[in-house]
């Protein structure tokens, strides 16, 4: 493997980028070239490469942590990249995508059926029911999560969205409502009716299925 200085100029990430285009870098390319440099002793394709095959393994499981584990990589490298995946990812989950169902809400969640811990989650709709934005609001303790209506709905005023989707994860892995689940929906339902932002659902997340309080009768 050669190093980014025994490459030809016109073959180094950021010239090839520049006269080609972003699309026409490999991988290990693009994350070279957010990195910039390397560090003593780890030449940035080397160190991309390492990146790149933690990508490839497990991309959304990816976490600053593992990424500092890779030799060389610290934690400003490795929270720029992090911070670009995130980007990228809130563009791509605006591009036209639209909630009709239960169903979308565990298909656009289902990575988070299975986490150790409760997440509550939102996603912001727009009047058509397209995707705006979707969020962890909290992240809770094994079987409990807090939600203040002034946390879900912060961000979804300044969405200017006309709906939300809630829903939250089972680390249990049973799939109906605790007491608690309902009384936390049914205040989330009156401030969502006195801010004119509406309630579409609740849904319960576990990794073999859902519940939709809207499709239960519950909302």
């Keep these: 493997m050669k190093r980014v200085d025994e490459l030809y100029e016109k073959d180094r990430p950021r010239e090839k980028l520049k006269a080609k285009g972003p699309a026409a870098l490999k991988n290990y390319e693009l994350i070279a070239v957010l990195l910039g440099s390397g560090t ?18 497990d991309f959304e499981g990816l976490t600053l942590d593992r990424l500092t584990s890779v030799h060389g990589l610290g934690p400003a490298k490795a929270m720029q990249i992090l911070a670009a995946i995130e980007l990228s990812r809130r563009h791509l989950v605006r591009q036209n995508v639209k909630i009709a169902c239960a169903e979308d809400v565990w298909q656009h969640l289902r990575d988070y059926a299975d986490k150790k811990q409760e997440y509550f989650l939102a996603i912001t709709l727009d009047g058509a029911g397209h995707i705006i934005e979707k969020r962890v ?23 200017r969205a006309a709906g939300v989707v809630i829903a939250h994860n089972h680390p249990s892995g049973q799939c109906f409502p605790s007491a608690e689940d309902r009384r936390v929906t049914s205040r989330l339902r009156e401030a969502s009716r006195i801010l004119g932002i509406e309630l579409i659902d609740h849904v319960i997340l576990t990794k073999e299925g859902w519940f939709s309080f809207a499709e239960e009768g519950e909302l």
């Design 40 to 57: 003593k002793g780890q030449d940035v394709i080397r160190l991309a490469r390492a990146v790149e095959k933690l990508l490839e393994a």
């Design 137 to 159: 609001v909290t992240v809770g303790t094994l079987n409990q999560s807090l939600v203040h209506p002034r946390e879900l709905f912060a961000d979804a005023i300044a969405d």
